[in-house]
């Protein structure tokens, strides 16, 4: 990418380019790139309106992507922004009625956004709002029981909603879940988890359950726990255990069903390890080890089933390089380097294949720079910049 940038997010888009936005820490805060699967480019294109990081990324139906809230690392932001694919540019839409980072988002299926959580200058937030594309605008749904940040948000088969753990930071993390429910909006807690967590990662299974993985827990550090949660039953039952403990990784749905977990950190090292789960089996197994080992990066399953890396922090630096995970031959290749090394950034497949990665930070500055990876030439151009620089958003 153009710009080093963590904590910023990316969003795949229908034509499967990945758009990125935002993050920190430099020039590039507001800017936004495009990465083309199909050449492996990426493109800059327009800025956000704002600099932001710590904020969420979703893909709308129409082929939008809503950018919402984050921080610019003076105020806490509740501005919201749309990016059009067609015209690559950025306009703003609806203020959330709540500033917030840290928080999460879900599309729903009648194609409405939920935001959820995340925290304020002042308090941890549990208050929801719903985002309506064909208006444009925001209302509020039913609180939740916990107010949370750092947590998990997934819809199930069902259109409902799970929100996991999390809790902030120096504070005993949460071990337990609600539910919202879009025809009532209304939220109910499930049995609690077996270990309470933040900074985990879930995945929605083929078989509709979801799994939670890894994570920290207060006091103890990086968890090598993994629980399911089974909607039908509202229960949480412990799998088998990763082989390693790790917090801050990724966790990938692959086509053929399995779990890929790639990175993150110990508490001593950054990993460079990657481990598969195979739910008929409920076990995890090692596979290839990624060249360079990462914390803090995104993870995309492209139109062919390969897995895009890219950047995070290595053990010493920033890193601005990608790699490709083959399913087939459970090995790692290198790609096309970023134009920015960037780390808490988010990356997104759109509709055409291309990867679009878009803010975080290079430890100096938030950056509002974009990339696109086209997977058929394996290289990156940039995007359209967001008008807010931002990172740790969200996709």
Not at 94 to 109: F, P, Y
Not at 153 to 164: A, I, K, P, Y
């Amino acid at each position: 990418m153009k710009y080093g940038r963590k904590v910023h997010t990316k969003s795949v888009l229908a034509d499967g380019k990945v758009l990125v936005t935002g993050g920190c820490c430099s020039a590039a805060g507001n800017s936004t790139e495009l990465y083309d699967p199909s050449t492996g480019r990426w493109t800059t294109i327009g800025n956000l309106n704002y600099v932001r990081q710590f904020h969420t990324a979703s893909l709308l139906p129409n082929g939008k992507v809503l950018v919402t809230g984050g921080t610019n690392n003076v105020v806490v932001l509740n501005s919201a922004e749309l990016y059009d694919p067609s015209t690559r540019s950025w306009t703003t839409t609806g203020n959330i009625d709540n500033a917030r980072k840290l928080h999460t988002t879900s599309v729903l299926t009648n194609g409405k956004v939920l935001v959820a959580g995340g925290e304020n200058e002042t308090a941890l937030l549990k208050s929801a709002q719903l985002y309506d594309p064909s208006t444009g605008k925001w209302t509020t749904t039913g609180n939740m029981k916990y107010a949370r940040a750092f947590h998990t948000e997934s819809v199930l088969f069902d259109g409902n909603v799970l929100v996991t753990g999390g809790a902030p930071f120096q504070v005993e993390c949460l071990n337990n879940a609600d539910v919202h429910d879009p025809s009532t909006s209304r939220w109910t807690t499930t049995e609690n988890l077996n270990n309470a967590r933040l900074l985990h990662i879930t995945s929605l299974l083929t078989d509709g359950k979801i799994s939670v993985t890894d994570g920290e827990k207060s006091h103890v550090g990086p968890l090598k726990t993994v629980e399911l949660y089974d909607p039908s039953t509202g229960r949480w039952t412990t799998t088998g255990n990763l082989n390693s403990a790790r917090q801050l990784h990724t966790a990938s749905l692959l086509p053929d069903g399995k779990v890929l977990v790639t990175g993150g950190t110990n508490n001593v090292v950054v990993l460079n390890t990657a481990e598969l789960y195979d739910p008929s089996t409920r076990n995890w197994t090692t596979t290839g080890k990624m060249k360079y080992a990462r914390l803090l990066h995104t993870a995309s399953v492209l139109s062919d089933g390969k897995v895009l890396v890219t950047g995070g922090n290595g053990n010493t630096v920033i890193l601005n390089s990608a790699e490709l995970y083959d399913p087939s031959t459970r090995s790692w290749t290198t790609t096309g380097n970023m134009n920015y090394a960037r780390l808490f950034h988010t990356a997104s497949v759109l509709f055409d294949g291309t990867v679009l990665v878009t803010g975080g930070n290079n430890s100096t500055e938030i950056l509002n720079s974009a990339e696109l990876y086209d997977p058929s030439i394996g290289n990156w151009i940039t995007a359209g910049n967001p008008n807010n620089a931002r990172m740790s958003h969200a996709t």
